[in-house]
Structure formats: structure tokens, C-alpha cells
């Protein structure tokens, strides 16, 4: 079946501009989460949803950064006011939403260069 | 805090040679470990993941890992290196009562000689 998808895979946004970045989950998954991959380093958590709720929302780097999740399958993550250290690598993962230990299945991301 | 470290950011070995990426993880609690895996260009694949079953893991490639809590590592190896093992590898952590977010180390990105 079709994974975890996310649009648009480049943006390229200049300082000070508002993007959107989308994603579209694996059908039928509770849990969704966002990272931010900086250049050379690991993936690191910003957002957690269980259905529309946002149940942790501790990684988010500053209020520029809101996501959402309104009907419980896709989400949006948006950035106002984009500045040069927001460039990165967006990812977005899924999951059943069972116990912890469930696996996370990752999109292929949205590599953001903000000028 | 939680933490993972992996010790090298480059490893390479030649065709057919062991693989060995090191992961250590700092955890008060007893977490549960991934191995993913990540070419250019693309999303993260899960390799294998400790849950608290085995302690030795086996996943896909032909990779496994070894959960060794006295060490407080989670290595990942492969017996033969193939030349389309070549990508970076994360180790991750996650805990129980953390919702399942996961923790990642910096990465360590494996290069294969013919």
C-alpha cells in the first residue's frame, strides 16, 4: 500500500516568508509525529498527534512553528516568519498507535532552505 | 534525560568485511532501541527495533543488533558488508511514557569499498 507522503518534497522560501509544509499519513494510522533534520545530524522530534490531538508539542523550536491535524489524517506543519536557522529536512512519521513500541514509518521529507 | 550516542560518524569497510556501528543509550528507564536507515534523498527505513523480547535482534539486510544492558548498548552488525549497504545510519530510543517519540543519535554514515 501506499506510505507516508509529503508535500512539497523541496521549498525554498525567502527570510521572513510563511510556508506550509503537508502530510499525508499510511491510511489508518492513530499517531503521527514531525522531526526537523538539521544538515549532518540526527532527526529530532517537534510534534506528536494521537488522532487530532496534539498530545505533545514539547520540540517545537519556537511559536513561529504550529502543526495541525484537523480531521486526524493529514497534517500540516507551518512555519511564520521563516528564518535561516529553519532550513532543514521536515520529516514526517506514522504509526498504528499501539503500544510504544510501535513502529514509525517515515516520509521522505520536505527539505526547506530558507535565504 | 534520555540520550543516544554513536561513536563514529564515518565507518568504512571494504566489500564482504564486518559491519559494526556503535550505539550507546542513557535511559533510567528500560527503553525500547531502533536501528534505522536513511539514502540520500529519502525518508528513514527501520532496519530492526528491541522491544524487550530476545536480546539479539535480527532484522532486514542482514543486519542484527544486541541489546546488552549492562553496557547500556544496542550495536548493530552485519557479518558481510554489500557495496548497497553505502547510507547513514540512526540509532533511536524511545520510552513507554514518552508517547513514542523518538530519540535519535547523530548518525553514523557507512561507506563500502569494492
Known amino acids: 500500500g501506499a506510505g507516508v507522503s509529503q508535500s512539497p518534497r523541496y521549498k525554498v522560501a525567502k527570510r521572513g516568508q510563511d510556508v506550509a509544509l503537508r502530510c499525508d499519513p499510511i491510511s489508518g494510522h492513530v499517531s503521527l509525529f514531525w522531526y526537523q533534520q538539521a544538515l549532518g545530524q540526527g532527526p529530532e522530534f517537534l510534534t506528536y498527534f494521537q488522532n487530532e490531538a496534539q498530545l505533545d508539542k514539547s520540540g517545537l523550536p519556537s511559536d513561529r512553528f504550529f502543526a495541525e491535524r484537523p480531521e486526524g489524517s493529514v497534517s500540516t506543519l507551518k512555519i511564520q516568519r521563516t528564518q535561516q536557522e529553519d532550513s532543514a529536512v521536515y520529516l514526517c512519521a506514522s504509526s498504528h498507535g499501539g503500544p510504544r513500541q510501535e513502529t514509525q514509518y517515515f516520509g521522505p521529507g520536505t527539505r526547506l532552505l530558507v535565504l | 534525560a534520555q540520550s543516544v550516542t554513536q561513536l563514529g560518524s564515518h565507518v568504512s569497510v571494504s566489500e564482504g568485511a564486518l559491519v559494526l556501528l556503535r550505539c550507546n543509550y542513557s535511559s533510567s528507564v528500560p527503553p525500547y532501541l531502533f536501528w534505522y536507515v536513511q539514502y540520500p534523498n529519502q525518508g528513514l527505513q527501520l532496519l530492526l527495533k528491541y522491544t524487550s523480547a530476545a536480546t539479539l535482534v535480527k532484522g532486514i539486510n542482514g543486519f542484527e543488533a544486541e541489546f546488552k544492558k549492562s553496557e547500556t548498548s544496542f550495536h548493530l552488525t552485519k557479518p558481510s558488508a554489500h557495496m548497497s549497504d553505502a547510507a547513514e545510519y540512526f540509532c533511536?530510543?524511545?520510552?513507554?511514557?514518552?508517547?513514542?517519540?523518538?530519540?535519535f543519535g547523530q548518525g553514523t554514515e557507512l561507506s563500502v569499498k569494492p
Open positions: 533511536a530510543v524511545s520510552l513507554y511514557n514518552q508517547g513514542g517519540k523518538l530519540i
